[in-house]
Nanobody
Framework: VQLVESGGGSVQAGGSLRLSCSASGFTSDDHILGWFRQAPGKEREGVSCISSVDSSTYYKGSEKGRFTISSGTAKNTVYLQMDALKPEDTAVYYC???????????????????WGKGTLVTVSS
């Protein structure tokens, strides 16, 4: 499985960015795709995830309402639309995949199976 992110960059506070992740090599249609981020000096955290089974979604509390996760028609592509960005959103954003049939997700899986290399998002004040 390969995950390739794109769409990171620099933006001023209040601006928007759209991250994309293309996944390949899945042997099953059942999976969860998600976005995680790691800011300098901080632990990696789950931002948002989406299930291929029922398109249920999870958002980290502070991002709900500002970020929107969606998947492509083939469900092996995932997007993260980020609006009203804040300087504290600055981080490396990683796309990740969990292989399994899970619906009605309440959170991103603790242990994802595959990770992309990450894309840097920088929000200036």
């Amino acid at each position: 499985v390969q995950l390739v992110e794109s769409g990171g960059g620099s933006v001023q506070a209040g601006g928007s960015l759209r991250l994309s992740c293309s996944a390949s090599g899945f042997t099953s249609d059942d999976h969860i795709l998600g976005w995680f981020r790691q800011a300098p000096g901080k632990e990696r955290e789950g931002v948002s995830c989406i299930s291929s089974v029922d398109s249920s979604t999870y958002y980290k509390g502070s991002e709900k309402g500002r970020f929107t996760i969606s998947s492509g028609t083939a469900k092996n592509t995932v997007y993260l639309q980020m609006d009203a960005l804040k300087p504290e959103d600055t981080a490396v954003y990683y796309c990740a995949a969990y292989l399994g049939r899970v619906g009605l997700i309440q959170r991103c899986p603790i242990a994802m199976d595959y990770w992309g290399k990450g894309t840097l998002v920088t929000v200036s004040s």
